[in-house]
């Protein structure tokens, strides 16, 4: 049978998601402890291939089992293997036709940036901290111009197309960009949704509205980053610790996320 499964795991200790032959991934964890437990070879395909150091919250992974496989049990057990690094935190059947990946139309990031002077080592983990002043309202002004259908090659590590094959389109359509904060400790929150994105885009967006919060690039000039389709043209890509896959969305609605998240 099909089965669908939301993941949560710390990135840290991970050389990204996608299996790896000789590191430690997120998917190589998992295929390991789902081999064992259901006792033939087991294979995960995910929503969003996070790179290396990025966290998850609402990761969904696809994969076959038997038909008489006990979902509960699975579940528990590959939770005592692989976490707390890494959670299984539901598994249930799925149509035959569905995939993780292909059959998603949404995903969600989450971004987290501490703004003071202080780092905390609470968060060093999970957030990146920038000790300079930043003006939110610019940060969120150029987010704004994000929004929408755009070519993101600007923000994008341009990949190599196969002999013979046209270059990947790098056309993407951002549903939502904003700030959130900071609360009271300094934390900034930048959520983004989007249809797909491609790799590194969203540090790249953090990294470059970053910038224009230290004031070294105007609110305004997001349009003519956007418009260079350069690499060059936009700020480098912010740290990955900082980043989190928050929801992946499907037909039937957004999967699972964090609790209390709306």
Request: hydrophobic share 40%; proline share 8%; charged share 25%.
């Amino acid at each position: 049978m099909r089965v669908r499964g939301a993941v949560s795991y710390d990135g840290s200790p991970f050389h990204g998601f996608a299996a790896n032959d000789g590191v430690r991934t997120v998917a190589g964890d998992l295929n390991e402890a789902l081999s064992r437990v259901a006792g033939v070879p087991v294979a995960v395909t995910c929503a969003g291939r996070t790179d290396r150091g990025v966290h998850a919250v609402g990761q969904v992974v696809s994969f076959d089992l038997p038909d008489d496989a006990d979902l509960d049990r699975i579940r528990r057990s590959v939770n005592r293997q692989c976490g707390p690094a890494v959670v299984l935190c539901s598994l249930e059947p799925a149509g035959e036709d569905f995939d993780a990946r292909f059959s998603a139309t949404g995903r969600r990031y989450r971004y987290r940036v501490l703004a003071r002077e202080d780092p905390d080592p609470f968060l060093a983990a999970t957030a990146w901290h920038v000790a300079a002043p930043l003006d939110v309202a610019a940060m969120q002004e150029a987010a704004g111009d994000l929004v929408g259908e755009h070519d993101f090659a600007s923000f994008c590590r341009r990949p190599k197309p196969a002999v013979g094959e046209p270059e990947p389109s790098l056309v993407r359509r951002i549903e939502e960009a904003s700030w959130e904060g900071p609360d009271v400790d300094g934390l900034l929150v930048f959520e983004v949704s989007a249809t797909a994105f491609c790799h590194q885009m969203v540090r790249s967006i953090v990294g470059t509205l970053v910038e224009v919060g230290r004031g070294r690039r105007p609110a305004a000039g997001m349009p003519d980053v956007l418009a260079a389709r350069d690499r060059h043209a936009a700020g480098e890509p912010a740290p990955p610790h900082g980043l989190t896959l928050w929801a992946v969305r499907y037909p039937e609605g957004w999967g699972v996320s964090a609790p209390g998240d709306a």
